[in-house]
């Protein structure tokens, strides 16, 4: 089945630590983005990206970084210059800008 | 730039009442938009989509928006609220390449 996959589910790291989370999707989309979610705030943009070797800054980029080197690969990592990195971080995928976007499970990370 | 703004953090109402969810927008290109729906501890499920054809749009478990240029608007609405539409809801703008979310409306439903 197609689908987006998100791994791990439960991230615990030390603060000062770089951690990356993983984004795989195999339903040939274009488009893939990172989110974080927290509580009041919806659903922050991260990064996205529109096509392999190209990505923009979201609205929250400031901490973050990812990589697109593979249609179907989209990895953010959290960097230790992220203030406040403890949330929730989805990715997302969408065939073409105007198209409904599907979503992994998510990844709830805790940095202590 | 686009943007989006969910007018109410929270809304409640009885069982078996109508249901407004607001929503505005702004965008500088000619938009998509959605609403998506999230259960508790659930992932987030498309309601419905407006792509520029009709501007009353239909989506599922009974729900519908309009989509109004003049306004900027796109509020949900459903008729009759059922216990089983308690969940947090998300207006979502898409525009050119970038897809934004509102900070999303908590639905409560009363028995």
């Known amino acids: 089945d197609g689908g987006i996959t998100q791994s791990p589910k439960y991230l615990f790291r030390k603060e000062g630590q770089n951690v990356t989370l993983s984004c795989e999707q195999n339903?040939?989309?274009?488009?893939m983005y990172w989110y974080r979610q927290d509580p009041g705030q919806g659903l922050r943009l991260i990064y996205y990206?529109?096509?392999?070797?190209?990505?923009q800054k979201g609205d929250i980029a400031e901490g973050y970084s990812v990589s697109r080197e593979k249609k179907e690969s989209f990895p953010l990592t959290v960097t230790s210059a992220q203030k406040n990195p403890t949330a929730f971080y989805l990715c997302?995928?969408?065939?073409?800008?105007?198209?409904?976007?599907?979503f992994g499970q998510g990844t709830r990370l805790t940095v202590v | 730039a686009q943007s989006v703004t969910q007018l109410d953090s929270h809304v409640s109402v009885s069982e078996g009442t109508p249901v407004l969810l607001r929503c505005n927008y702004s965008?500088?290109?000619?938009?998509?938009l959605f609403w998506y729906v999230q259960h508790p501890n659930k992932g987030l499920q498309l309601l419905l989509k407006?792509?520029?054809?009709?501007?009353l749009v239909k989506g599922i478990n009974g729900f519908e928006a309009e989509f109004k240029k003049s306004e900027t608007s796109f509020h949900l609405t459903k008729p009759s609220a059922h216990m089983s539409d308690a969940a947090e809801y998300f207006c979502v703008v898409s525009s050119n390449d970038k897809i934004i979310f509102g900070k999303g409306t908590r639905l409560h439903i009363l028995p």
């Open positions: 407006y792509t520029s054809a009709a501007t």
């Open positions: 339903l040939n989309h274009d488009a």
């Open positions: 997302a995928s969408t065939l073409t800008w105007d198209t409904e976007a599907f």
């Open positions: 990206s529109q096509i392999v070797n190209d990505f």
């Open positions: 965008s500088s290109y000619s938009p998509s």
